[in-house]
């Protein structure tokens, strides 16, 4: 099956501080790739949606202009977590389609303090 | 709001037994689904497609009823490397590959 690497896989920041996580496909390329957030004992909510040279297009309730997303190739997208706030503590895991199934990052647990 | 829900659980079944969870989603548009597993602090991976005319993986069995618009699971002779988390998933309809997850149902297999 095909592979997403996401980095890093866990950061602790201080608030104020800005944090870049990045997710790779890496053995196909990925048009389109997504990324969630996941607070404890709640269900994967959908941030954004990344594409491949253009911008990416968010939910509903995600602020762009915190949440910075750069899909600049065809296996690399970004997410960079602008002035990170205790409350942004959580999960973050992205994923990519290939063969008409989605396939997901190991996630960044990032920890604001 | 286009929802999936699922009965949080935790299901604590003996080894051996038999449980079948159940899930509901509000998205008539969906045109596929699926059941995910996520063990604790880890991604969510693909545990199998569902089918409307059912479909069987070894002792993972899917149901889908598009009229009630229901999903079930039904795991057989449960082993304890099955204690995770599954996730019911449909996704968004007319052909988006964005997904839609449930909480999730928290399955516990005790020796």
């Known amino acids: 099956g095909a592979v997403v690497s996401q980095h890093p896989s866990w950061v602790i920041c201080k608030s104020g501080t800005s944090v870049k996580i990045e997710c790779r496909s890496l053995?196909?390329?990925?048009?389109?790739m997504f990324w969630y957030r996941q607070f404890p004992k709640q269900s994967l909510m959908l941030m954004a949606t990344?594409?491949?040279?253009?911008?990416?297009?968010?939910e509903q309730g995600v602020e762009k202009d915190k949440f910075l997303i750069n899909h600049a190739s065809l296996t690399l997208s970004t997410l960079t977590v602008t002035s990170a706030h205790p409350e942004d503590s959580s999960f973050y895991i992205c994923?990519?389609?290939?063969?008409?199934?989605?396939?997901f990052g190991p996630g960044t647990r990032l920890t604001v303090l | 709001r286009k929802e999936v829900e699922q009965d949080p659980g935790p299901f604590n079944v003996p080894e051996g037994a038999t449980v079948a969870f159940n899930c509901t989603y509000s998205?008539?548009?969906?045109?596929?689904f699926f059941w995910y597993r996520q063990d604790c602090r880890k991604e969510p991976k693909l545990l199998m497609s569902?089918?409307?005319s059912g479909n069987e993986d070894g002792r993972f069995t899917a149901q889908l009823n598009r009229a009630s618009q229901y999903i079930s699971l039904l795991i057989r002779d449960s082993k304890l490397s099955d204690s995770a988390t599954y996730l019911c998933?449909?996704?968004?309809?007319?052909?988006?590959?964005?997904?839609?997850f449930g909480k999730g149902t928290k399955l516990s297999v005790i020796p």
């Open positions: 994923s990519a389609s290939w063969a008409y199934t989605q396939y």
């Open positions: 053995d196909f390329q990925a048009t389109t």
């Open positions: 990344s594409n491949e040279g253009s911008k990416a297009t968010y």
């Open positions: 998205n008539s548009a969906s045109q596929s």
């Open positions: 569902v089918y409307s």
């Open positions: 998933v449909t996704d968004s309809g007319a052909g988006s590959y964005q997904l839609t």
